[in-house]
Nanobody, 118 residues
Framework: QVQLVESGGGLVQAGGSLRLSCAAS????????MKWFRQAPGEEREFVAT????????YYADSVKGRFTISGDSAKNTVYLQMNSLKPEDTAVYYC???????????WGQGTQVTVSS
């Protein structure tokens, strides 16, 4: 069973930056996809960004495109989410997840809170 541990959340003013990290407990299969989701209070969980270890292809939700960057370090079994130009509407609990392409994520982290003040 793979365990995922997020870190890096916190309180930041609008326009600021944060970098989230997600460390896997063991080396994950190179064909896995790493994803970030977020869930704001009273809202559905939504997709934020995704990356494959192989080829490092990345895709983003329109709401974060140009502001967030997902990256991975396979040697450290860690995926990152660099968040710049943060807005109050980015406030949410952020979750990382991994899974095989075309399937729902198999493993989830516990989440890390990001709060952006106006």
């Amino acid at each position: 069973q793979v365990q995922l541990v997020e870190s890096g959340g916190g309180l930041v003013q609008a326009g600021g930056s944060l970098r989230l990290s997600c460390a896997a407990s063991e080396r994950t299969f190179s064909g896995y996809i790493m994803k970030w989701f977020r869930q704001a209070p009273g809202e559905e969980r939504e997709f934020v960004a995704t990356i494959m270890w192989v080829g490092a292809r990345a895709y983003y939700a329109d709401s974060v495109k140009g502001r967030f960057t997902i990256s991975g370090d396979s040697a450290k079994n860690t995926v990152y989410l660099q968040m710049n130009s943060l807005k109050p509407e980015d406030t949410a609990v952020y979750y990382c997840a991994i899974g095989l392409p075309g399937n729902p994520p198999a493993y989830w982290g516990q989440g890390t809170q990001v709060t952006v003040s106006s």
